[in-house]
């Protein structure tokens, strides 16, 4: 009876496993030497596989759920172990698979990526970001990744995972020839490009990279000084003149600041400086000047008949053109407007008068 007991405490009548981990990826259900019952209950939690292996070969994989382990619902078992209907137990190894995602995963790049950027020529650039990713098919990543250890985290995988990022970033930059003043405003776009390059690789291990995140792209210091210059420069492309007037009435300001002579020096040229501007601004008002034609130049007044528009003489009593008798005063031949003995548009209603 003693050796009945003993050998019924050496089957296993119930497999379940919780993860007290957060970044356990597969866990080896420790047998102790112990067979499994034939009959006996698997408990699948929600963000599990589980997956049996005979003999290094990957056997029957479960879902989540509560198993009942019966003959029916191990065929690969049941055929590699050729167990019968009057089998009371059987040998194998059990994992336990997270399917759940393993997020806040950090990735830098080691050492620059050098690009060929149209304004900049060659350059290096460093990056960094975050990336998630899951078990996507629980078999294929036991026998491409984890193999037979009893136990399998994250970090194992992510060195390998951050390699394939970074060097699917520098396939992406290369191929798509993007400017890095471009792809430095648009990181969100590119991490979706990005995204869909590396995820093959990922795939090819059994997992899937659920999200990626380029948080900054950094340039050497030379260039980041060129772009903050060209930044400028453009901002200010349409108002040099104003610039440059505003500056020099700053260095004034700061001239007039300083004693002795040393002051007195800084006054003189900041001085000189404003001469020539004030002497190119009324240049500048005096051309404006001269191209506008003078009042004094404007031809003599004229009578405009109200019947033809016909123009008149000032003292025209009569239009020579049609005979009409003419106002005292030049009026408007469309409303009837007084206007100036030079007007060439009426002053009311616009129209031209000949």
């Known amino acids: 009876m003693g050796f ?9 009548k119930s497999i379940d496993w919780t993860d007290p ?19 006996s209950k698997l408990t699948v939690r ?4 589980a997956i049996f292996m005979v003999k290094g070969k990957i056997a029957d994989v479960f879902q989540p759920g509560i198993h009942t382990l019966v003959v ?11 167990l019968g209907r009057d089998k009371k137990a059987f040998t194998a190894d059990v994992f336990y698979v997270n399917t759940k995602q393993f997020t806040n995963q950090k990735w830098g790049t080691t050492n620059p990526i050098t690009m060929r950027d149209k304004d900049f ?27 037979t250890n009893s136990t399998y985290t994250s970090e194992s995988v992510a060195n390998y ?21 471009d792809l430095a405003s648009n990181l969100l776009e590119f991490s979706k490009v990005v995204k869909e390059q590396v995820n093959e690789q990922f795939t090819n291990l059994g997992l899937t990279l659920s999200n990626l995140v380029i948080e900054n792209i950094s340039f050497p210091e030379q260039v980041e000084k060129a772009i903050d210059t060209q930044s400028s ?20 300001g700061d001239a007039a600041k300083n004693p002795g002579m040393a002051g007195m020096g800084a006054q003189l040229g900041t001085g000189m400086a404003l001469g020539e501007i004030v002497k190119e601004t009324i240049k500048s008002s005096t051309s404006a000047k001269e191209e506008k034609p003078a009042e004094a130049a404007a031809p003599a007044g004229k009578k405009f008949c109200p019947e033809c528009g016909a123009a008149n003489t000032p003292k025209a009593k009569f239009c020579a053109e049609c005979g009409k008798k003419l106002a005292a005063e030049n009026v408007c031949p469309e409303c009837g407007e007084k206007l100036a003995p030079n007007a060439k548009f009426c002053g009311n209603c616009g129209k031209k008068l000949k």
């Open 4 to 12: 009945f007991n003993f050998l019924k405490s050496q089957l296993l």
């Open 21 to 39: 981990s957060p970044n356990t990826m597969v866990y080896k259900y420790p047998m102790e030497g112990r067979d499994i019952m034939i009959g």
């Open 46 to 49: 929600e963000s599990q596989v």
């Open 72 to 82: 029916n619902n191990i065929p690969i078992l049941s055929s590699l172990l050729s």
């Open 121 to 147: 020529g060659s350059i290096r650039i460093r990056g960094y970001g975050s990336f998630a990713f899951k078990v996507n098919d629980a078999a294929l990543f036991l026998k491409e990744v984890f193999g």
């Open 161 to 181: 995972l951050k390699s394939i990022l970074v060097s699917g970033i520098s396939d992406t930059i290369a191929e798509s020839k993007i400017s890095a003043l």
């Open 233 to 252: 420069m453009g901002v200010l492309k349409n108002s040099m003149d104003t610039y440059t007037k505003f500056k020099a009435a700053e260095a004034i």
